[in-house]
């Protein structure tokens, strides 16, 4: 006889059912635990400045609500015109590449249906994903926060070239923003 052709019950007997109850909680698995802080980034095709402030912080709710309604959380969201930083705690259980795939499609195809630029809008293919840990998620939510006033004195391009450098990503030329060819 095999092991799944064995029937058990629940016997009575109060030793044998202890026994049981020990032997189904061995076999649990544990609780898994994670923290898992992202910051992405991401930029409108072409280099088009087209998140004007008129829509801008709509814009960062809705991108929110997306985060959450994967079970994400939202830490901070803030950028400029033309690119979007975002800091949120990641659940493992989905990919970052299918979060941002959803997260941009949804966003531009929300910006279009609402009407909020005069072409059609969307985002550049690529992202930046850079991930954190718990002692510099304070800083990290500064940075973003002081987006405007940080893109005074740095450009886009010298921003995210500075961002994989800190990460230690040596990205192929041929694939970054397509819009770094000035």
């Known amino acids: ?26 076999l649990q698995m ?11 980034v991401f930029a409108v095709k072409f ?13 960062y709710s809705f ?15 803030n950028g400029m015109p033309d690119h979007i930083h975002l800091l949120f705690r990641l659940k493992p259980s989905q990919a ?7 997260l941009k499609a949804n966003s531009s195809k929300w910006i279009n249906q609402e009407g909020f630029t005069k072409h059609p809008f969307s985002w550049q293919i690529g992202y930046g994903a850079f991930s954190y840990v718990q ?8 940075y973003i926060k002081d987006q405007k006033n940080h893109h005074r004195n740095i450009s886009f391009r010298e921003e995210y070239m500075k961002l994989l450098k800190e990460h230690r ?3 192929d030329e041929e694939y970054l923003f397509h819009w770094f060819d000035e």
């Open 47 to 59: 280099k088009q400045s087209l998140i004007q402030s008129s829509f801008e912080s709509r814009l």
């Open 96 to 102: 970052i590449s299918d979060l941002m795939r959803i």
């Open 1 to 26: 006889m095999s092991f799944k052709d064995r029937t058990f019950s629940l016997d009575p007997e109060p030793l044998n059912f202890v026994l049981i109850v020990r032997v189904f909680y061995f």
């Open 30 to 40: 544990a609780n898994s635990y994670t923290q898992i802080y992202i910051q992405a």
């Open 63 to 77: 991108i929110c609500g997306i985060l959450k309604n994967n079970g994400h959380s939202c830490l901070i969201i």
């Open 169 to 171: 990503i040596n990205p």
């Open 135 to 142: 002692k510099d998620i304070e800083s990290t939510v500064k």
